[in-house]
């Protein structure tokens, strides 16, 4: 048998199948004549379907063949109705092993393609961040809802600009893979405007107009639209989203609340649409959580949520990498079972400012809340006199805020 195996091609046999061989005639040899397990040699050419080819199962399957006549031969059993009757059970199992075999192998291949496939998409939709732009230093974790996935529901971006970066950080109504295409909308409109737009308010606006032009979505998205400039001046507009955590280099933790938080994006027709704003300056040192409601929403066994302000020394005494791997280990633990609230996406960006001291502005406190009266721009700026989204409240509210209906 083993001058048989080694004269075969390389894959011709599969060592689990011939494992199995070696295993039934070990037992046939100990219990002797008197009892023969020919027909178990089948289980050779069957175990083989569970890795090798089809080549490798009929090679299996010819040396279990062998192997049962050799020991039928020598006690005189290889031309009795039983031996004949172990040997076609014998070929019928390789048989059917090898077609099994040649269909795995078939499915392998497309779901390693499509394997492929969806890797190289998630990863157009959703690639690494940088880690580092100018100041500021930058780490991102993403639980997705579907544990086969790396993108859902939750949307993180970091876009460079002339001075500093905007983030975007949002939560798409929904879980998992089928808010992937509203999630993608959104991203690819904060992508476009973020690096040319002067304001914050007009990305916003941008990124409404493309969730209103998907008619068939009857979903919103809670977001939050930033931007922190190299001089550590940071500018939070907030579309119903959970605030921004903000860690001091002392250690001090505060809330980036908002006076009153805007109404999400997909709900301007409700009521007056204004985001809420918050902006701050930060000194070299200061760090910045940003994360969707599946980190504060997650429970414990007895409901109670995850308490994130008695959890900032987590954020502070280690690589932002670090941190944000071990605040991961302590919502697992926290919930007792290594999930999320009911499965839900979670998105956490970590965010230190690195740059030097911002210089103290006149009447510009730690934390101020400044009066905010940006340009509010045209329907002809925004495209809506060729926009095919109908009685849209974005440009009602537009108009409405321009003096005299202007």
């Not at 219990?31 to 199962?57: C, K, M, N, W």
């Not at 340009?375 to 809506?384: K, N, Y």
């Given at each position: 048998?083993?001058?048989?195996?080694?004269?075969?091609?390389?894959?011709?046999?599969?060592?689990?199948?011939?494992?199995?061989?070696?295993?039934?005639?070990?037992?046939?040899?100990?219990?002797?004549?008197?009892?023969?397990?020919?027909?178990?040699?089948?289980?050779?050419?069957?175990?083989?379907?569970?890795?090798?080819?089809?080549?490798?199962?009929?090679?299996?399957?010819?040396?279990?063949?062998?192997?049962?006549?050799?020991?039928?031969?020598?006690?005189?059993?290889?031309?009795?109705?039983?031996?004949?009757?172990?040997?076609?059970?014998?070929?019928?199992?390789?048989?059917?092993?090898?077609?099994?075999?040649?269909?795995?192998?078939?499915?392998?291949?497309?779901?390693?393609?499509?394997?492929?496939?969806?890797?190289?998409?998630?990863?157009?939709?959703?690639?690494?961040?940088?880690?580092?732009?100018?100041?500021?230093?930058?780490?991102?974790?993403?639980?997705?809802?579907?544990?086969?996935?790396?993108?859902?529901?939750?949307?993180?971006?970091?876009?460079?600009?002339?001075?500093?970066?905007?983030?975007?950080?949002?939560?798409?109504?929904?879980?998992?893979?089928?808010?992937?295409?509203?999630?993608?909308?959104?991203?690819?409109?904060?992508?476009?405007?973020?690096?040319?737009?002067?304001?914050?308010?007009?990305?916003?606006?941008?990124?409404?107009?493309?969730?209103?032009?998907?008619?068939?979505?009857?979903?919103?998205?809670?977001?939050?639209?930033?931007?922190?400039?190299?001089?550590?001046?940071?500018?939070?507009?907030?579309?119903?989203?959970?605030?921004?955590?903000?860690?001091?280099?002392?250690?001090?933790?505060?809330?980036?609340?908002?006076?009153?938080?805007?109404?999400?994006?997909?709900?301007?027709?409700?009521?007056?649409?204004?985001?809420?704003?918050?902006?701050?300056?930060?000194?070299?040192?200061?760090?910045?959580?940003?994360?969707?409601?599946?980190?504060?929403?997650?429970?414990?066994?007895?409901?109670?949520?995850?308490?994130?302000?008695?959890?900032?020394a987590a954020l502070r005494d280690a690589p932002l990498e670090t941190c944000l791997e071990r605040l991961r280990a302590d919502i697992q633990l926290h919930t007792a079972s290594g999930l999320q609230d009911a499965h839900d996406d979670s998105a956490l960006l970590l965010v230190e400012f690195d740059g030097a001291p911002a210089q103290n502005l006149p009447g510009l406190s730690?934390?101020?809340?400044?009066?905010?009266?940006?340009?509010?721009?045209?329907?002809?700026?925004?495209?809506?006199?060729?926009?095919?989204?109908?009685?849209?409240?974005?440009?009602?509210?537009?108009?409405?805020?321009?003096?005299?209906?202007?």
């Amino acid at each position: 048998m083993r001058h048989l195996k080694s004269s075969l091609p390389r894959g011709a046999v599969d060592r689990g199948g011939i494992c199995a061989v070696l295993a039934v005639a070990l037992v046939d040899v100990v219990t002797g004549d008197e009892a023969r397990f020919l027909p178990a040699y089948a289980i050779g050419p069957a175990v083989s379907t569970r890795r090798g080819t089809q080549l490798a199962v009929i090679g299996t399957g010819m040396i279990a063949a062998l192997a049962a006549a050799h020991l039928a031969l020598s006690d005189g059993t290889l031309a009795t109705r039983g031996g004949l009757s172990a040997l076609t059970v014998i070929v019928l199992f390789t048989g059917f092993a090898a077609v099994a075999a040649k269909h795995r192998r078939r499915q392998e291949t497309h779901l390693a393609a499509t394997r492929r496939v969806a890797h190289a998409a998630q990863h157009a939709i959703a690639p690494p961040l940088p880690a580092a732009h100018g100041p500021v230093r930058m780490a991102a974790s993403y639980a997705s809802a579907d544990p086969h996935a790396r993108i859902g529901g939750d949307l993180c971006e970091v876009v460079p600009i002339k001075n500093g970066v905007r983030i975007l950080i949002g939560d798409v109504q929904g879980k998992g893979l089928g808010t992937v295409a509203l999630s993608t909308a959104l991203l690819g409109a904060f992508r476009e405007s973020a690096p040319s737009e002067t304001h914050l308010e007009t990305i916003g606006l941008r990124m409404s107009c493309a969730l209103l032009r998907r008619p068939d979505e009857e979903r919103f998205a809670t977001l939050a639209l930033v931007e922190l400039t190299s001089q550590g001046h940071l500018t939070a507009l907030n579309y119903g989203h959970p605030s921004p955590h903000v860690i001091n280099a002392d250690d001090t933790p505060l809330w980036a609340d908002t006076a009153q938080s805007g109404l999400p994006l997909g709900l301007a027709a409700l009521a007056d649409s204004e985001p809420g704003r918050h902006s701050t300056t930060l000194r070299a040192g200061d760090r910045v959580l940003f994360h969707t409601d599946g980190l504060t929403e997650a429970r414990d066994p007895d409901g109670r949520f995850y308490q994130l302000d008695e959890r900032t020394a987590a954020l502070r005494d280690a690589p932002l990498e670090t941190c944000l791997e071990r605040l991961r280990a302590d919502i697992q633990l926290h919930t007792a079972s290594g999930l999320q609230d009911a499965h839900d996406d979670s998105a956490l960006l970590l965010v230190e400012f690195d740059g030097a001291p911002a210089q103290n502005l006149p009447g510009l406190s730690r934390h101020p809340a400044l009066e905010h009266a940006p340009a509010t721009p045209s329907v002809e700026d925004l495209g809506c006199t060729v926009c095919a989204v109908t009685a849209c409240p974005l440009r009602t509210t537009i108009e409405d805020r321009r003096p005299n209906g202007i």
